[in-house]
């Protein structure tokens, strides 16, 4: 009913940018925050960064400055740009959204995407 799809993962060289994308689709009446998460190897998957739907942001400190969130409430999108990569940011990168659908009597529940590769070599 619902879906979280990411894009714009890649392999790229330290110091470099990457752009992901979640567009969220579905029979979707209200999305509260959205945020993306990531899983090194080997390690538990941690916050990178999460958006309200007013805007308001916060970042791990690991990308602080470096990273940046935002979001298209009119295309249900969700963005991260991240800049001045280090092969440590290598992880798959996850979408998370707090949404409502129409079907579920416009309770929210919490939704998570396929995930999207990022390698960062040195």
């Known amino acids: 009913q619902v879906q979280l799809v990411e894009s714009g993962g890649g392999l790229v060289q330290a110091g470099g940018s990457l752009r992901l994308s979640c567009v969220a689709s579905g029979n979707i009446f209200s999305i509260n925050d959205m945020a993306w998460y990531r899983r090194a190897p080997g390690k538990q998957r941690d916050l990178v960064a999460r958006?309200?739907?007013?805007?308001?942001?916060n970042y791990s400190d690991s990308v602080k400055g470096r990273f940046t969130i935002s979001r298209d409430n009119a295309k249900n999108t969700v963005y991260l740009q991240m800049n001045s990569l280090k092969p440590e940011d290598t992880a798959v990168y996850y979408c998370?959204?707090?949404?409502?659908?129409?079907?579920?009597?416009?309770?929210?529940?919490?939704?998570w995407g396929r995930g999207t590769q990022v390698t960062v070599s040195s």
């Open positions: 998370n959204a707090d949404l409502a659908l129409y079907s579920s009597g416009l309770l929210f529940d919490n939704y």
């Open positions: 958006i309200t739907s007013a805007g308001i942001t």
